[in-house]
C-alpha cells in the first residue's frame, strides 16, 4: 500500500522523502509552488537526483505532486487564463526532473461562461502545455462541484480528456470530493468505480486523495474531515483501501492533520488491509 500525506516542499525533496519515512509513509505530495501562487524557488538537481535514489531504495510509490489552488485554467478573464496557463507550463518544466511521477491539479471553475467553454479551456491549455513525450502522467481531480466548479461529474473529466486526446493524461480521485458530488463510495463503491470504468475508464485512475467529509452526500461543499471522523467513516476507508482497483494506487491524506496526525493515520489505514 502506497500512503502519503502533504509535506511541505520549503527543504526541498530529500527532506521530504526523509519526513515521509520517519512517519510510516512511502509516498507523498507536495505543492509545486506555496498556495498562495507566489514563485516557488528553483530545485537544486543534486536533490532532486538523490531523493530518486532514496526514493528507489526505500520502493516508495509515486509521488503526487499538487498544482497551486489559485490557477484557475478555465476562467472567464484572458488574462487570468493566461497567467495560470503560465504557471502550469512552469509547474510542468519543474516536474519533469522525476520522471514517472504523478502532478496533480483542480480542473478550475468555468465562473458563468458555462461548462463547454471551461472544459475547452483547460484542454487547450493542456494541449499547450504538455510536451509530446512529457514524462510526468498529469492528472485532473475529481471536484466536488463547489459553484461552477468542473470535474464534479465524470462526465466533464471525460470530456476534458477526450478533448486533449492524449493518453498521458488520468485521474486523481479524492473521496471527499466524489461524495460531496453526490457519488455513493459509502454504499456504492463498487457502483461507483463501475460509473467510473463506464465514463472515464479505470485504467485512468492513477491516484487516490484519502479524506473524510464534514458534509453529507451531495453537498456539494469540500471540506475534509479527519479519517474515520466524517460522513465516509472508517469502514469505507477499509473497503476503498482493500480494493482490488484501489489497493496499489499512491493514497495521499489531505485531512487537518499536523505530522503526528498523519503518522497516525497512515498505521490505522495499514491496519484496515487485513490480507496483507
Ligand atoms: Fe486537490
Ligand atoms: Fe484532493
Ligand atoms: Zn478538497
Known amino acids: ?67 497551486s489552488y489559485t490557477m484557475n485554467l478555465s476562467t472567464a478573464d484572458p488574462e487570468d487564463r493566461a497567467f495560470a496557463a503560465s504557471v502550469l507550463a512552469e509547474d510542468l518544466a519543474r516536474v519533469a526532473a522525476l520522471p514517472g511521477n504523478f502532478y496533480n491539479f483542480h480542473p478550475g471553475s468555468h465562473v458563468g461562461q458555462g461548462t463547454q467553454a471551461g472544459i475547452e479551456q483547460v484542454a487547450q491549455a493542456l494541449r499547450t502545455a504538455m510536451a509530446p513525450n512529457y514524462p510526468v502522467t498529469v492528472l485532473l481531480e475529481t ?5 461552477s466548479e468542473l470535474g464534479g461529474r465524470f462526465e466533464e473529466l471525460r470530456a476534458i480528456l477526450d478533448a486533449v486526446g492524449r493518453k498521458d493524461l488520468g485521474v486523481c480521485l479524492d473521496t471527499c470530493h466524489v461524495w460531496d ?39 456539494r461543499k469540500d471540506r475534509h474531515a479527519r479519517i474515520g471522523e466524517g460522513y465516509l467513516g472508517i469502514e469505507t476507508f477499509r473497503a476503498v483501501v482493500c480494493h482490488p482497483a484501489l489497493k496499489d494506487l499512491p493514497m495521499i491524506l489531505e485531512t487537518p492533520n499536523e505530522l503526528p496526525g498523519y503518522q497516525a493515520e497512515i498505521k490505522l489505514l495499514r491496519g484496515l488491509d487485513t490480507k496483507s
Request: overall charge positive; charged content about 20%; some cysteine.
Open 1 to 67: 500500500m502506497y500512503l502519503g500525506c502533504h509535506l511541505s516542499a520549503a527543504k526541498g525533496m530529500c527532506s521530504m522523502v526523509q519526513t515521509a519515512r520517519s512517519i510510516g509513509a512511502n509516498t507523498f505530495a507536495y505543492f509545486t509552488r506555496n498556495p498562495r501562487g507566489s514563485r516557488a524557488k528553483r530545485e537544486d538537481p543534486a536533490d532532486i537526483q538523490a531523493a530518486g535514489e532514496a526514493m528507489a531504495a526505500l520502493s516508495f510509490g509515486p509521488l503526487v505532486a499538487h498544482g
Open 143 to 147: 471536484m466536488a462541484g463547489k459553484g
Open 181 to 219: 458530488a453526490g457519488y455513493d463510495i459509502q454504499n456504492h463503491l463498487d457502483a461507483v468505480l463501475e460509473a467510473f470504468d463506464r465514463i472515464i475508464g479505470l485504467d485512468r485512475l492513477k491516484a487516490l486523495h484519502l479524506n473524510d467529509s464534514k458534509n453529507p452526500l451531495g453537498s
